[in-house]
């Protein structure tokens, strides 16, 4: 707070001329520069109204330039709010559209932009930069100040096998996929983009391995990327398991513990 801002004892008729055009608007969360446009400044001292409100709890700042109004706490959308050419994606997009029960406890965030990981109204955030030829697969969710960007479902499982940590464990990833109905289209798609060898085989040898349906054109397009270098099935994993010449994988889980995941969310 800037030394020269004056915090009145009560609301004046400035700060509730500001509450009550938000509501009349429907605003539930705004930046400094967006809401002088909406607003067609009409404040001579917005960031002293915003200050006051701030410090009189009407609004939450969520970061500089950045605000929401008190009872706006829709974790997804605040993330992608904070965050230029940002998605939820990765764990919290697993959970989000169905494919796992484990809830993470902390948002995350896709984005071409380097951000610091912070903590906002008790929620953790992780933003994990990613470059601009990634960024694919966007859709919207919700509606209104609700509505948030979220990675689809065949964006979201290559996401999680090209950053594992991310995706809230080997077993957690296995399990979603298992269950998640994709286009072979996307699947391809994604993962030209992504451009990970690793990933493509060990995609391909499940969808095989759990016959999901839809995805022969996919396990095709698979095999013909398969290279000479073996790689672990869990890449969080240790050296050791059966090695899968077809797929140049190997299975440090093996196709009983695989398919023994799989069963658990059939």
């Known amino acids: 707070m800037a030394d020269s801002v004056y915090i009145s004892t009560n609301l004046t008729k400035e700060q509730f001329l500001f509450l009550q055009l938000l509501n009349e608007n429907e605003i539930e969360h705004f930046t400094i520069?967006?809401?002088?446009?909406?607003?067609?400044?009409?404040?001579?001292?917005?960031?002293?109204?915003?200050?006051?409100?701030?410090?009189?709890?009407?609004?939450?700042?969520?970061?500089?330039?950045?605000?929401?109004?008190?009872?706006?706490?829709?974790?997804?959308?605040?993330?992608?709010?904070?965050?230029?050419?940002?998605?939820?994606?990765?764990?919290?997009?697993?959970?989000?559209?169905?494919?796992?029960?484990?809830?993470?406890?902390?948002?995350?965030?896709?984005?071409m932009y380097r951000k610091?990981?912070?903590?906002?109204?008790?929620?953790?955030?992780?933003?994990?930069?990613?470059?601009?030829?990634?960024r694919a697969g966007i859709n919207t969710l919700g509606y209104g100040n609700n509505s948030f960007p979220i990675t689809d479902v065949e964006k979201t499982i290559v996401d999680c096998f090209d950053l594992q940590k991310y995706s809230g464990g080997f077993d957690v990833l296995v399990g979603a996929f298992a269950q998640a109905k994709m286009q072979s289209n996307k699947l391809i798609e994604y993962t030209e983009k992504i451009n990970n060898i690793a990933l493509i085989k060990r995609i391909g040898f499940l969808s095989e391995l759990f016959n999901k349906p839809g995805l022969k054109r996919f396990i095709k397009y698979a095999q013909s990327k398969v290279n000479d270098k073996f790689n672990l099935i869990d890449s969080?994993?240790?050296?050791?398991?059966?090695?899968?010449?077809?797929?140049?994988?190997?299975?440090?889980?093996?196709?009983?513990?695989?398919?023994?995941?799989?069963?658990?969310?059939?």
């Open 236 to 266: 969080g994993g240790i050296e050791t398991g059966e090695f899968i010449r077809q797929w140049r994988l190997r299975l440090n889980v093996s196709k009983n513990e695989l398919l023994k995941i799989a069963r658990i969310v059939f």
């Open 116 to 134: 610091k990981d912070k903590t906002i109204l008790g929620t953790k955030y992780k933003f994990v930069k990613i470059p601009e030829h990634k």
């Open 33 to 111: 520069s967006e809401i002088e446009k909406q607003l067609n400044n009409k404040f001579n001292n917005i960031n002293e109204v915003l200050e006051n409100l701030v410090q009189k709890k009407f609004l939450y700042r969520l970061q500089k330039g950045y605000y929401a109004v008190k009872g706006f706490n829709n974790q997804n959308v605040i993330g992608t709010f904070i965050s230029k050419n940002s998605a939820v994606a990765y764990w919290s997009a697993l959970n989000i559209h169905g494919l796992t029960e484990q809830f993470p406890n902390t948002v995350f965030i896709q984005s």
